[in-house]
């Protein structure tokens, strides 16, 4: 019986300390590594491509952090670069585009900052709604495509990890 309220406790303590992290984050850590699988329909291209992004969520800014935005192996030189909003398996519409580093070459960089997004558009990065597309005059649509995830914060991977050891000690216990 102990057990049992000590155990939903720390899952009620779990939620609510959950709940204020999320609320409280104003930066967002992102990722998207792009191939030409994701677009829409796909190719068969050697092409790929990465970027880290930061959201924030107070001022609507992503930025891709420096260093990170990378393509290579395009058919062509690249043209442009743009954050699209749709979910995976759709098409949606230019947001912005950022800077191509290497504009016209097949591998190169890209970098910047763009925004203010809407409050709806935050939304849909946050939730994956969101991609990268990387596009030349081959493929004018897009050859790589990636899709914006969320990177989990460190914290949060450490209270499910201490959640899920937590759970298997009670199971044990019971056996």
Do not use: C, K, W
């Amino acid at each position: 019986m102990r057990h049992t309220l000590l155990m939903r406790l720390g899952i009620v303590a779990f939620a609510g300390l959950f709940v204020a992290i999320r609320a409280s984050a104003q930066s967002y850590q992102l990722d998207a590594n792009l191939d030409p699988f994701q677009e829409v329909p796909p190719h068969n291209t050697p092409g790929f491509g990465s970027a880290d992004l930061t959201l924030n969520a107070g001022t609507g800014f992503v930025s891709i952090n420096a260093g990170t935005g990378i393509y290579a192996d395009l058919l062509a030189g690249a043209t442009v670069v743009r954050l699209q909003d749709a979910a995976v398996g759709g098409n949606g519409p230019t947001l912005f585009t950022f800077t191509l580093d290497t504009p016209g070459n097949t591998s190169g960089t890209f970098s910047g900052s763009v925004g203010a997004l809407t409050a709806g558009q935050i939304t849909d990065v946050i939730n994956g709604n969101t991609y990268l597309n990387i596009s030349d005059s081959v493929f004018p649509s897009g050859e790589i495509r990636g899709q914006i995830l969320a990177v989990p914060e460190p914290g949060s991977l450490a209270i499910l990890a201490g959640m899920g050891l937590l759970a298997m000690r009670r199971r044990r216990t019971v056996a």
